[in-house]
């Protein structure tokens, strides 16, 4: 398996609050990928990168940001949090010329 | 733009039974096909894949075949166990030209009593 981590794994915080998750991977994979996880809706895609320093969004990507300094770290920001960013989010990897993605664990976010 | 409709859940089995969960695409180009299992508490895994029309992917009993016709590839499995409880989603890739992003069905949550 990728080593994929994400931190925290649990977070409650208040509405209004910025929130920062990180993704970090050891494959030195290109591509990196948020996702958020809700009942009804499946996985949907927040925003992407391709590379170091480039990103796009995704079908999900209003309230969010993102940014990737390095290979193998892709930090997911909700500048001022709200209760409908309620969600479990998770980050995965690929590599160029493999379809496949590796999953993190997830991080169960909680805005009350 | 592309999609992938599976079949609704919940599904509940008596263990022994015979699975399947049926999902349908559609795709501007010649996707990858994949199916990714979710245990409760964790992220995503492969099961299996296929790249092209006929193949079959097969993992842990598992199996779907890439029909180009129907735009369909279903999952099935002959003889479910308790262990094989999980959420199961069934996705797309178009490969680089699309940074290898997936699209995903909504999920369906399989229950099997012992």
Redesign the interface.
């Known amino acids: 398996d990728a080593g994929i981590t994400q931190s925290p794994r649990h977070k409650v915080t208040e509405t209004g609050t910025p929130v920062t998750l990180r993704c970090h991977q050891t494959e030195n994979h290109r591509?990196m990928?948020w996702y958020r996880q809700d009942p009804?809706?499946?996985?949907?895609?927040i925003h992407?990168s391709?590379g170091v320093k480039d990103t796009?969004k995704?079908e999900v990507s209003d309230g969010y940001s993102v940014s990737r300094s390095k290979t193998e770290d892709f930090l997911l920001t909700l500048e001022s949090a709200t209760s409908s960013q309620t969600s479990v989010y998770?980050c995965?990897t690929?590599s160029?010329?493999?379809?496949?993605?590796?999953?993190?664990?997830?991080t169960r976010l909680t805005v009350t | 733009g592309d999609s992938v409709t599976q079949m609704e859940g919940p599904v509940t089995l008596s263990e022994e039974a015979f699975l399947t969960i049926n999902c349908t695409y559609t795709a501007t180009g010649y996707p990858?096909l994949?199916w990714?299992v979710q245990y409760p508490g964790?992220?995503?895994?492969?099961l299996l894949?296929a790249?092209k029309a006929d193949d079959k992917g097969s993992n842990k009993g598992f199996e779907a075949t890439y029909r180009k016709e129907t735009t369909s590839f279903h999952l099935e499995k002959g003889s479910v166990q308790v262990s094989d409880s999980a959420v199961y989603?069934c996705a797309l890739?178009e490969?680089?030209g699309s940074?290898?992003?997936?699209t995903?069905?909504?999920?369906t949550l399989l229950t099997v009593n012992p």
């Not at chain 2, 964790?42 to 492969?46: D, S, T």
């Open positions: 591509y990928y009804g809706h499946g996985l949907r895609l992407y391709y796009d995704g998770f995965a690929a160029a010329g493999n379809y496949e993605q590796y999953f993190g664990p997830g | 990858s994949f990714y964790e992220g995503l895994q492969l894949k790249t989603f890739s490969g680089g940074n290898y992003k997936l995903f069905g909504k999920g």
